[in-house]
């Protein structure tokens, strides 16, 4: 199986299954995005992965020149992901809420007409928050599963657990058992936990 080292921004190294989002060459201390042609040519050995360019930088590397690795926000796939990342944690959050159906986490657009017909300002209002915010879960699920298959990640089986690909931390033990690849779930977890750290000290 193959594995990937991947430094923080302490210089600390995880051995993952998924590699991060920049490469590095521990040779010459050179770090740059994982497409780009002069990393390819590094050797096995002298790889090492970032989950943000901040962390190689802290971590004493410097930027290729060819594939510029901190101007990648630029790149529609970058920026979706970054988008994602933004995202995912309120639907995670939303997702965890209480059982009871009638909590505002658990509302759903399958029954919320049944819930808030009345004609109350206040209410219709917060009917049309849950209805956008619906559409907007729908829109960050296509979008998980979409960068999952570009980024070759496994994506979990049932509909609405699919965004976890991103690498949200899984809030409930049950969701482990609906993993295609429970292995690479973790490994997912553990960057999501590195590039969390790392945004929270930036």
């Not at 559409?135 to 979008?143: I, Q, V």
Request: glycine fraction near 6%; include cysteine; charged fraction near 30%.
């Amino acid at each position: 199986m193959k594995q990937y080292k991947l430094l923080n921004k302490q210089g600390e190294q995880i051995i993952t299954l998924i590699p991060g989002v920049y490469a590095g060459n521990t040779t010459h201390k050179i770090f740059g995005r994982l497409d780009c042609k002069s990393g390819k040519r590094m050797l096995k050995e002298n790889r090492v992965f970032f989950a943000s360019w901040k962390d190689a930088i802290k971590c004493g590397y410097r930027p290729c020149e060819k594939c510029k690795p901190t101007q990648m926000d630029k790149y529609p796939e970058h920026e979706a992901i970054r988008d994602a990342l933004l995202v995912m944690p309120h639907l995670a959050l939303w997702e965890s809420g209480p059982s009871s159906r009638h909590h505002p986490h658990r509302s759903r657009n399958w029954h919320i007409d049944l819930n808030w017909q009345d004609k109350n300002a206040k209410q219709g209002r917060y009917r049309q928050i849950r209805l956008s915010e619906d559409l907007l879960y729908k829109w960050a699920k296509d979008l998980a599963i979409e960068t999952a298959k570009k980024c070759n990640i496994p994506v979990l089986k049932h509909g609405r657990e699919d965004f976890k690909v991103i690498g949200i931390p899984v809030e409930r033990t049950n969701d482990l058992d609906k993993a295609r690849d429970k292995k690479a779930l973790e490994e997912l977890m553990k960057i999501n936990k590195v590039t969390t750290s790392s945004k929270g000290n930036s």
